[in-house]
Nanobody, 115 residues
Framework: VRVVESGGGSVQPGGSLRLSCAVSVSIKSYDMHWYRQAPGSQRELVATITRGGTMNYASFTKGRFIVSRDNVENTAYLQMNNLQPEDTAVYLC???????????WGQGTQVTVSS
């Protein structure tokens, strides 16, 4: 199973980015998680969308982020609005096979927020 993130980049504070997580197999039975890791910090969970479409967010997203999925395109998305410097991190996607209890990770995509 291959997982590839894309959509990262450099933006100014207040800007937006849309991250994509493309998976090489059907994600219908997968829970999709977005994590981030800043230099010198532990990896932290950002958002989850379950195979049933339930969405959960870390408190720091404060309504700025929206997670979604497209089971036809086998892709999950993370729309990030009103980005702030503290959002700077590598964002990683975890495709979790619910039945096999196996996680598949991508390499991550860098998000940098600075003026």
């Amino acid at each position: 199973v291959r997982v590839v993130e894309s959509g990262g980049g450099s933006v100014q504070p207040g800007g937006s980015l849309r991250l994509s997580c493309a998976v090489s197999v059907s994600i219908k039975s997968y829970d999709m998680h977005w994590y981030r890791q800043a230099p010198g910090s532990q990896r932290e969970l950002v958002a989850t969308i379950t195979r049933g479409g339930t969405m959960n967010y870390a408190s720091f997203t404060k309504g700025r982020f929206i997670v979604s999925r497209d089971n036809v395109e086998n892709t999950a998305y993370l729309q990030m609005n009103n980005l702030q410097p503290e959002d700077t991190a590598v964002y990683l996607c975890d495709a979790q096979d619910y039945w096999a209890r196996t996680d598949y990770w991508g390499q991550g995509t860098q998000v940098t927020v600075s003026s």
